[in-house]
C-alpha cells in the first residue's frame, strides 16, 4: 500500500527523554509516515511539511482508548443530573431506557455515540456489552444482534471497539433476574459462554469478556466467564466495589469482599481490569496489585452518580495499571476524566501532583488500549498501529504556555472540543473538527435520542 505522510506541528512522545519535573516529552516538526494501517516511521525535526503531508496544526498526540463505555447511558445525559437520589434511583431510570432499544435503534445511537468519541480523540472503546436480547429475554433470531449492531456502529463511525460481551444472570446474591434484567440474562454462565463465541475478532474489532458485577454473577459460575476469557487470550473486566452496598451484600453472603471473592474463582490477573475499584480495604488493594489486574477509572461518572472517589495512587502504587472510562457519558471527554482523577486525588488528599501529565496521558492511551487488548495502540512509534489525535494549542482554552508544554495543557486545559483531526488505521475520520464520515454527529445524536423518547 503507498506510504502516507502525517507532518505534525509538535507531537507528544512518550519514548523520548522527560523533562525537568516529570514533564512530557514533546517534539516539534514531527514526520509520522504511515502504510498499511501501521505507523512505519517516526522522524523528527522535520522544520515544515515535506510536499503531499497532510499537516495536522497542534499537538499530536496517541489516539485515546475509552476503556468503559456503555454506549446507551448517552440517552440520559441532560435527564438524569438535577434531583435527589443515589446510584440505585438512576439506575431505575437507565433500565427505561435500556427497555426500549432493538437492534436497530441501539446501530443508529451508538453510531452517533461512537462518532462523538472520533470527534473527543477516542480511536478505540471498551464496550461493556449486558443488552444481549429482546425485552423479556427471549433471544434474538440472531443471537448476538445487539453486539453486532454496536460492532456495525463502530466501524461506521470509523473507531475500534473491544466488545466485552457481559454476563449478567442474576439481580443479587441468590436473586434471580428481574423484569428488567431478563433482557441481560443467559441464564448460566454456560449458555452465555456458547452464545459469545459465536462473536469473532475483526480489522476493528476485538472480543473480549466481562462479568457484570459478583452480585450479577454466582460465585459457583465466575470461573466459567473467567477460563472462557483466558481460553482466548480476551480482556476481562468487571465492574467492582462501586457501591458500599454491594460490598456489604457480598459479606453477607460469602463472608468476604467482592476482590477476595474474584481472587477465589480465578478471576484476577493481568488480561483483567476491574472498573471503579471504589470502596476497596488495603488487602483488596494488595490483592489487585499483586495480580496486575487493572483498574479503569470513570472520573466522571463516578462523581455523576455520587460513588466515591477510588484509591488510585494506593491501586497503581501496589502494581495495578491505570485506564480510563466515560462510562454512562455524562461527558466524553478523556482529556476530562484524566484531568478529574488527578483533581479528585487533591480534593482527597488536600496534597497536588499526585501524577505527571505524562502519566496521565499514558493512562488514556498506551494504558487503555492494553486494558481492551490493543497492545499495538497508543504509542507513536514505528510498529504501532497509525491511530493519533491532534489538539489545538490556539483555542480560548489551550493558548498561551509555550509549546513544549503541550501535554500539560493538553490534560490541564484542553478538552475534547479542542480535537482538530482524529487519525484511525491511517484513515482521516475527524478533520478540522468535522467528522468524515458522520458530518453531522449533533443531528445523528438528537434523532437517535428522540426515536428513544417518541
Known amino acids: 500500500m503507498q506510504l502516507t505522510t502525517y507532518w505534525a506541528e509538535h507531537a507528544w512522545l512518550d519514548t523520548r527523554p522527560q523533562l525537568p519535573l516529570g514533564g ?11 502504510r498499511d494501517g501501521r505507523i512505519a516511521a517516526v522522524r523528527i525535526g522535520v522544520e515544515a511539511p515535506e510536499p503531499g503531508a497532510t499537516v495536522l496544526r497542534g499537538l499530536t498526540l496517541p489516539g485515546l482508548a475509552n476503556a468503559h463505555s456503555h454506549a446507551f447511558h448517552r440517552a440520559l445525559r441532560g435527564t438524569v443530573q438535577v434531583g435527589a437520589g443515589t446510584f440505585w434511583t438512576w439506575r431505575e431510570v437507565m433500565y427505561q431506557v435500556a427497555s426500549r432499544l432493538t437492534p436497530e435503534s441501539y446501530h443508529a445511537l451508538a453510531r452517533a455515540v461512537y462518532a462523538e468519541m472520533a470527534l ?8 461493556f456489552h449486558y443488552l444481549h436480547h429482546a425485552p423479556g429475554g427471549t433471544p434474538y433470531a440472531e443471537p448476538n444482534a445487539m453486539g453486532e449492531a454496536l460492532i456495525a456502529a463502530a466501524a461506521d463511525a470509523g473507531i475500534r471497539i473491544t466488545l466485552l460481551d457481559t454476563a449478567y444472570l442474576s439481580s443479587g446474591f441468590g436473586e434471580k433476574p428481574d423484569n428488567h434484567q431478563l433482557r441481560f440474562s443467559d441464564g448460566t454462565a454456560d449458555a452465555w459462554a456458547e452464545r459469545a463465541a459465536q462473536l469473532k475478532d475483526g480489522e476493528h474489532v476485538r472480543i473480549g469478556a466481562a462479568i457484570h458485577s459478583v452480585r450479577a454473577v454466582p460465585a459457583a459460575q465466575l470461573s466459567t466467564v473467567a477460563e472462557w476469557a483466558a481460553s482466548r487470550g480476551a480482556p476481562l473486566h468487571v465492574h467492582l466495589s462501586e457501591q458500599t452496598a454491594e460490598n456489604d451484600a457480598c459479606l453477607a453472603a460469602h463472608g468476604c469482599t467482592p476482590t477476595r471473592l474474584l481472587a477465589d474463582h480465578g478471576v484476577l490477573g493481568p488480561r483483567t481490569t476491574g472498573v471503579h475499584n471504589t470502596h476497596l480495604t488495603p ?15 470513570c ?13 488510585a495512587p494506593a491501586l497503581q502504587g501496589a502494581g495495578s495499571p491505570l485506564s480510563l472510562g466515560s462510562d454512562s457519558h455524562a461527558v466524553i471527554d478523556l482529556f476530562e476524566e484524566a484531568r478529574a482523577m488527578e483533581l479528585n486525588e487533591r480534593l482527597r488528599s488536600r496534597t497536588r501532583g499526585h501524577w505527571t501529565a505524562a502519566a496521565l496521558l499514558r493512562a488514556a492511551s498506551a494504558d487503555g488500549h492494553a486494558a481492551l487488548g490493543w ?40 478538552t475534547a472540543a479542542d480535537v482538530r483531526h482524529t487519525v484511525i488505521a491511517g484513515r482521516h475520520v475527524v478533520r478540522d473538527g468535522t467528522h468524515t464520515l458522520i458530518p453531522d454527529v449533533p443531528s445523528a445524536l438528537t434523532e437517535a435520542i428522540a426515536a428513544l423518547r417518541s
Open 120 to 127: 473527543a480523540g477516542i480511536t478505540s472503546v471498551g464496550e
Open 24 to 34: 512530557a516529552p514533546v517534539e516539534p516538526g514531527v514526520a509520522l509516515d504511515v
Open 283 to 297: 488487602e483488596d488493594i494488595a490483592l489487585l496489585g499483586g495480580t496486575t489486574t487493572g483498574t479503569c477509572m
Open 299 to 311: 472520573p466522571t461518572t463516578e462523581r455523576d452518580l455520587a460513588d466515591g472517589i477510588g484509591p
Open 375 to 414: 497492545d499495538e495502540a497508543g504509542r507513536l512509534e514505528a510498529g504501532a498501529l497509525a491511530d493519533f489525535t491532534t489538539v489545538a494549542l490556539d483555542s480560548v482554552r489551550t493558548a498561551g504556555p509555550v509549546p513544549r508544554l503541550g501535554a500539560e495543557t493538553a490534560v490541564f486545559a484542553a
